[in-house]
């Protein structure tokens, strides 16, 4: 069951269907997916505007839908597209154009603001907020409820199947591996309640 935040949006992850590259992140308000599903189009919520936002009506950049899928939870959809010309504003063919690791963000005192991936934050914040509220029904709070003993043993099983897919199967089924597996490490640091910041550190060191 798809369920709307207290804003009556919902995260959408834009994805090329062809060659699986996420082109951006979105919301959707009811309308908008109501929309999306009917197609053929994908329509979205533009938060700043405050209105509904037909993607491609401006610019002929439409996204042509091919399939919605929603997460276990129900609170963020994957729509998978043809694209019509680019999908960011700024003419490149993704939003997520450039890499958080090779241009990390600063303050005005020059300290880091942001280490990790984006996406990789943003999952980990919805984690965390899942086990503060524990809604009914919750494959992550189970996870989390289960121990760190169990959510290890799960990263295992994940890293089997992402090395078994990586020889043998697609580069979506790597790509659909690979997310469970950092899907499990983000429920493993939250379950530790270890902050992220140690593993960016670490990654943003192995640049060289």
């Not at 060659?19 to 329509?43: F, S």
């Not at 993607?55 to 919605?68: A, P």
Request: hydrophobic content about 40%.
């Amino acid at each position: 069951m798809i369920q709307f935040d207290d804003r009556g949006l919902l995260a959408a992850i834009v994805q090329d269907a062809d060659t699986g590259r996420v082109l951006m992140h979105a919301y959707m308000d009811k309308e908008a997916l109501k929309r999306t599903l009917e197609g053929p189009d994908a329509w979205l919520y533009s938060r700043s505007r405050q209105e509904l936002w037909h993607k491609g009506e401006t610019s002929g950049n439409f996204l042509k839908v091919v399939e919605v899928q929603q997460d276990c939870d129900g609170d963020a959809i994957v729509v998978k597209v043809n694209p019509v010309g680019p999908a960011c504003h700024t003419g490149a063919e993704s939003c997520f154009d450039s890499s958080v690791l090779d241009s990390a963000l600063f303050d005005t005192d020059g300290a880091t603001e942001i280490l990790g991936p984006g996406v990789l934050q943003d999952l980990l914040d919805v984690i965390n907020q899942r086990v503060t509220d524990k809604p009914e029904g919750s494959y992550t709070v189970e996870l989390v409820e289960s121990g760190p003993g169990r959510i290890a043993q799960k990263v295992v099983e994940e890293a089997g199947e992402t090395a078994i897919a990586s020889v043998s199967q697609t580069h979506q089924d790597v790509a659909d591996e690979m997310g469970d597996l950092l899907y499990h490490c983000m429920v493993l640091l939250a379950s530790l309640e270890m902050p992220a910041d140690q593993v960016w550190e670490v990654l943003a060191k192995r640049r060289g």
